[in-house]
């Protein structure tokens, strides 16, 4: 069973950068799949990037591919999330997921079983 922590939210002024943390206990193996979601006030649950714990290339949702990376110290147990040039409209609670095993449907809440608690980011002047 997989403990998810994230950290790393705050308020950041529009075109600055941000990195997220998602500390990960519990891993047996390296065979999990782990992704960030975001949910804004008043929208659903939305995907935003994910990674097989044992490499191969990271999935990001289209309209964020540029701007944020996914990646993983294995030593550390961390997911992180970069986020450059941040948007008012990247404004939301972010979401650390996992799961055992990779789910080629990697963009649905319904992929993963295990979800943090979640970390504020709020983007504004």
């Known amino acids: 069973q997989l403990q998810l922590v994230e950290s790393g939210g705050g308020l950041v002024q529009p075109g600055g950068s941000l990195r997220l943390s998602c500390a990960v206990s519990?891993?047996?193996?390296?065979?999990?799949?782990v992704a960030w979601f975001r949910q804004a006030p008043g929208k659903e649950r939305e995907f935003v990037a994910a990674m097989r714990w044992a490499g191969g290339s990271p999935r990001t949702a289209d309209s964020l591919s540029g701007r944020f990376t996914i990646s993983r110290d294995n030593a550390k147990n961390t997911v992180f999330l970069q986020m450059n040039s941040l948007r008012s409209e990247d404004t939301a609670i972010y979401y650390c997921?996992?799961?055992?095993?990779?789910?080629?449907?990697?963009?649905?809440?319904?992929?993963?079983?295990?979800w943090g608690q979640g970390t504020q980011v709020t983007v504004s002047s």
């Open positions: 997921a996992g799961r055992v095993g990779w789910n080629v449907q990697y963009w649905l809440t319904s992929a993963y079983s295990y």
């Open positions: 519990g891993r047996t193996s390296n065979n999990y799949g």
